[in-house]
């Protein structure tokens, strides 16, 4: 179900579809970025994107669209998005074989 380089699991679709029917913008794409920063070297970025460029990394599941951009797909071929729900923490998580450390908080990683 994946497109090549980049997976969104079902749950993560399907999270996706309800924060942008919440939204109330039907047609706009999660887009995931990665940005310097946070005490490991890098973070990423979530935000919504109602337009994208044309060298921009297209993937689509279950009617659903996260776009990346060219330079943050190369830290993220052979990643999935997915949805995790525990205890202590709800959303998004980048599984990023590429990771090589995360900071304790694990909201920044180093490659």
Do not use: H, Q
Request: with cysteine; hydrophobic share 40%.
């Amino acid at each position: 179900p994946a497109a090549k380089g980049f997976a969104i699991s079902e749950r993560a679709a399907r999270e996706i579809a309800r924060l942008r029917a919440e939204r109330g913008t039907p047609d706009a794409a999660l887009r995931i970025a990665i940005r310097g920063g946070g005490c490991s070297g890098l973070t990423y970025a979530l935000e919504w994107a109602d337009t994208w460029k044309e060298r921009d990394k297209i993937f689509e599941r279950d009617g659903v669209k996260v776009v990346i951009d060219p330079k943050s797909y190369l830290y993220l071929l052979g990643s999935e998005l997915a949805w995790n729900e525990t205890l202590m923490s709800t959303g998004f998580k980048i599984e990023n074989p590429k990771v090589k450390a995360a900071c304790g908080c694990g909201e920044s990683f180093a490659i």
